[in-house]
């Protein structure tokens, strides 16, 4: 991540570019300790799928950032939001949706990390159009936000959190598989349940 390629700007855009990635990432376990595991298990799977989808170096290494950086936007998020037990009201929905836009706003304002401003923007759209902030559908949607949201996904069926009690791996991809062509890429969701079966077996 973060390539020096020729002379002193890019090497000082790379250094920034570190910094900026470790401070965001700093901010958000302070507020949830835990929340580095998984942001680092999404960052994986998203690297893996990126590879086994064919994709070149420089859309992987985009990718592998918006993955840790996913849900920075919910840094504005309040807490009583985000640890409410049970299910939100609507207007808590409406304030929850904020959040990848407040994460393109971040990343945009470094211009190290901007170029994974629109995946983290794009990371809760949908494959049939009925996702947010914008309502992309299908191929609209950015390759890369279309692979971060089966990682992420993934993960977060598989913790336990204020509203929902963890899942085991099987079931996870079973989920996966039943929201293929719904909520999720087909050709995503197939690559990374088959690079997770072969994993675990």
Not at 89 to 102: G, N, Q
Not at 132 to 141: A, C, M, Q, S
Not at 144 to 168: E, K, L, N, Q
Request: proline share 5%.
């Amino acid at each position: 991540m973060f390539k020096t390629i020729n002379g002193q700007r890019d090497a000082g855009d790379a250094i920034g570019g570190r910094d900026g990635l470790y401070l965001l990432l700093k901010i958000l376990s302070e507020r949830n300790p835990g929340v580095l595991d998984d942001l680092n298990r999404v960052a994986r799977l998203a690297i893996a799928t990126a590879e086994g989808l064919g994709l070149d170096e420089d859309d992987v290494e985009r990718i592998e950032l918006a993955a840790r950086l996913h849900d920075v936007g919910m840094i504005a998020i309040p807490d009583t939001i985000t640890n409410k037990p049970g299910g939100l009201i609507d207007a808590e929905w409406t304030i929850m949706r904020t959040h990848p836009e407040v994460g393109q706003r971040i990343l945009a304002a470094a211009p190290a990390l901007a170029p994974a401003a629109r995946l983290v923007r794009c990371h809760h759209e949908r494959y049939d159009g009925r996702g947010y902030p914008d309502g992309l559908k299908g191929e609209d949607i950015p390759i890369g936000a279309r692979i971060i949201a089966v990682c992420s996904a993934f993960v977060a069926m598989m913790r336990h959190r204020p509203f929902s009690d963890a899942i085991t791996v099987e079931e996870a991809l079973a989920e996966i598989d039943s929201c293929s062509g719904s909520q999720f890429d087909p050709h995503v969701a197939g690559v990374f349940c088959g690079l997770v079966r072969l994993a675990s077996g």
